[in-house]
């Protein structure tokens, strides 16, 4: 994660480098998988060309495999007691605690079932749209209120590609957004207030 705004011996970041949360909203969007997730639908919209659920395994087995990945990134990339982005299940702080250092990326769908039934150069196409807006940051990204929010704990933007507005409270100090929500000034001040308000705690 690169470190994008400072100020006063505070330090924020914006992280939209995590690209195994990428893969699994590809799959999750080419099999059909976990659709009753609390989440907008992508934007951009990915092709996702010849990708289809591997046959000779039940759904359901590639439902939970999702899920755990899913549950699993999500663990990798927050801190004290939180809920994951799209499940209403709510993880203990430390749940986090015995990751170790060189340990397989958590939730890399692709290290733990390979790419069988996936598109890759569909997914790759998708994702140099994403490099596209990755690392592109709003001029007026500090302004009082948003430093305000740093000041009372807010360290890092994670951000999805996401429709719409969306925002998760991602435990102590992080939070999950969609890149409209981040780019869109009304918006990014509707989830600073949000966070503000102690919302989604």
Do not use: C, K
Request: no cysteine.
């Amino acid at each position: 994660m690169e470190p994008n705004t400072s100020g006063e011996g505070l330090s924020f970041s914006v992280n939209d480098q995590i690209r195994p949360l990428a893969m699994l909203l590809f799959v999750r969007t080419a099999w059909g998988l976990a659709q009753d997730l609390d989440l907008p639908a992508l934007d951009p919209a990915p092709d996702t060309g010849a990708s289809a659920l591997p046959a000779g395994t039940p759904r359901s087995v590639w439902e939970a495999r999702w899920r755990q990945l899913w549950l699993d990134a999500w663990v990798a990339n927050a801190s004290g007691g939180f809920t994951v982005p799209g499940l209403r299940m709510e993880l203990p702080r430390g749940a986090n605690a015995e990751l170790e250092d060189g340990a397989p990326v958590p939730g890399s769908w692709s290290v733990a079932f390979g790419e069988h039934g996936i598109d890759v150069p569909a997914f790759q196409a998708w994702d140099r749209q994403l490099d596209q807006m990755r690392g592109v940051l709003p001029s007026e990204i500090r302004e009082p209120r948003f430093m305000q929010a740093i000041g009372n704990g807010l360290s890092e933007f994670i951000v999805l590609p996401l429709a719409g507005y969306y925002v998760h409270r991602l435990g102590e100090n992080r939070m999950v957004l969609s890149w409209q929500t981040l780019h869109d000034l009304s918006l990014r001040r509707r989830a600073i207030d949000q966070w503000l308000s102690g919302a989604g705690r």
